[in-house]
């Protein structure tokens, strides 16, 4: 069975720094890409950015309102990706959720993670 | 970036119904869209992918058409497990974009 579970997240001030892991099983972590989505509290889905395959070269894409706050990396000999957070806002405050890519859609997700961001 | 824009924002139908929503890009893009359900609490999951292919294990009252900038998901005969919010989502640039949501009640 697929899996994937996120771990990480909890209360931070703004302009601190946290790092989000997705660990996966059940499938060959390294043969895919695997993105994170978040949600804030009562929205809608928001695509935080995407790491691929070695196959395809471990590129990287980034939303907007992250890049260069956010880094996402992946160590395939563990099968888990992270999502390291810096410079965080109060509305970074988010379920954050990773998940398997199929193809260029999202088929396998975490359960998410939850991260507050607050004085 | 693409903007996705689903409509109606909620509908309300009775078991047995059929119910239809639609997302419309504000650019055409072929068929490199998805279609999500998700439930309070839970986390989405994947529906329809490429517009119209039904994904693995999702009931076939599901379906989903369309291509360039208009798209529609229905459901032919609503469920009770059916309720939840249903998000569209472009696959076909970066970055990727999800539509605002339909809230879909079961009367």
């Known amino acids: 069975e697929v899996q994937l579970v996120e771990s990480g997240g909890g209360l931070v001030q703004p302009g601190r720094s946290l790092r989000l892991s997705c660990a996966g099983s059940?499938?060959?972590?390294?043969?895919?890409?695997i993105s994170w989505v978040r949600q804030a509290p009562g929205e809608g889905l928001e695509w935080v950015g995407l790491?691929?395959?070695?196959?395809?070269?471990?590129?990287?894409q980034y939303a907007a309102s992250v890049r260069r706050r956010f880094t996402i990396s992946r160590d395939d000999s563990k099968s888990i990706a992270y999502l390291q957070m810096d410079s965080l806002k109060t509305e970074d405050t988010a379920v954050y959720y990773c998940?398997?890519?199929?193809?260029?859609?999202?088929?396998?997700w975490g359960q998410g993670t939850l991260v507050t961001v607050s004085s | 970036d693409i903007q996705m824009t689903q409509s109606p924002s909620s509908v309300s139908a009775s078991v047995g119904d059929r119910v239809t929503i639609t997302c419309r890009a504000s650019?055409?893009?072929?068929?490199?869209l998805a279609w999500y359900q998700q439930k309070p609490g839970r986390a989405p999951k994947l529906l329809i992918y490429?517009?119209?292919s039904l994904h693995s294990g999702v009931p076939s009252r599901f379906s989903g058409s369309g291509s360039g900038t208009d798209f529609t998901l229905t459901i032919s005969s609503l469920q009770p497990e059916d309720f939840g919010t249903y998000y569209c989502?472009?696959?076909?640039?970066?970055?990727?974009?999800f539509g605002q949501g339909t809230k879909v009640e079961v009367k």
């Open positions: 998940n398997r890519n199929f193809g260029n859609y999202f088929d396998s």
């Open positions: 059940g499938f060959t972590f390294a043969d895919n890409a």
């Open positions: 790491i691929r395959s070695q196959t395809y070269g471990g590129t990287i």
């Open positions: 650019q055409g893009f072929s068929t490199w």
């Open positions: 490429d517009a119209s």
């Open positions: 989502q472009q696959s076909s640039s970066f970055p990727r974009t």
